[in-house]
């Protein structure tokens, strides 16, 4: 996983010195790998330990590790890459915060009422994850239509959770139902492909796979697999915890 993903992944944990370092290294990636950690705390104003400590959050085991993957990204920008279904897997299995799987899992458990939706496609993941959670003694619902949602929602309070699978994260009924639950207090989950999306920004738990928005004729055709891997996942968690 490259350091941009790494930092999008992982911003949950992230202040704004660490936003500043980051952004420096990924406008600068041919002169960070020739630095030495010294070199570049004092470039940044800042201690070695500061990045010593950023390197941990964002996964690497430390800032040499973070060099020599600065300079396998700064090979591949150059090589093309086939948007394989192989490649999708592997991205998402990148993507996955075991930590916050394990939030995400102990949210659920201590929720009410899960309420899950999505719209077109993602109608089958919605019914899935209900099942699973069934299976692990939650109480789950997922909805077919939009006036069934929102009349739930509306009924639904701070002990009640909301998950939202959407591929890209803009579709106007998925925000619409985010918005209404943050003014509820319900707790909402996202499901999105891994990109910054409107979906995201208002969930209060960030779930990503990695599957590229993908059109044919009109028709959307993007990899759904990653999507049922990270529910899979998720739902594993959940029955070990049970």
């Known amino acids: 996983m490259n350091l941009e993903d790494r930092a999008h992944k992982y911003e949950y944990k992230l202040n704004d010195t660490d936003d500043q370092i ?16 010294q070199a570049l705390a004092k470039e940044l104003f800042t201690v070695p330990n500061t990045i ?24 591949l920008m150059s090589e093309a890459e086939e ?54 003694g939650q109480t789950a619902d997922y909805f077919l239509h939009r006036h069934d949602a929102v009349y739930a929602i509306n009924h639904a309070g701070k002990q009640d959770v909301l998950f939202l699978i959407s591929i890209s994260g803009e579709t106007d009924q998925m925000i619409e139902m985010a918005e209404l639950a943050r003014e509820k207090g319900v ?48 739902s594993n968690e959940l029955w070990e915890n049970v």
């Open 22 to 37: 980051i952004e420096f290294m990924l406008n600068h990636r041919d002169q960070v790998i020739e630095m030495s950690i």
């Open 52 to 75: 010593t400590r950023l390197t941990k959050k964002l996964g690497y085991d430390g800032f040499s590790q973070l060099k020599n993957e600065l300079k396998d990204e700064l090979r």
């Open 83 to 136: 948007g394989t279904i192989q490649y999708n897997m592997n991205r998402t299995l990148e993507l996955i915060d075991h930590e916050l799987i394990r939030q995400v899992t102990k949210q659920i458990l201590q929720s009410r009422n899960i309420y899950i939706f999505g719209v077109g496609d993602n109608l089958p993941f919605c019914e899935v994850l209900t099942t699973h959670l069934k299976i692990g």
């Open 187 to 234: 707790t909402v989950i996202s499901l999105t492909h891994f990109t910054r999306n409107p979906l995201q920004e208002k969930a209060d738990y960030k779930l990503f796979f990695y599957s590229p928005k993908k059109m044919l004729e009109n028709y959307n055709i993007s990899d759904k697999t990653p999507v049922m891997m990270v529910l899979q996942l998720l």
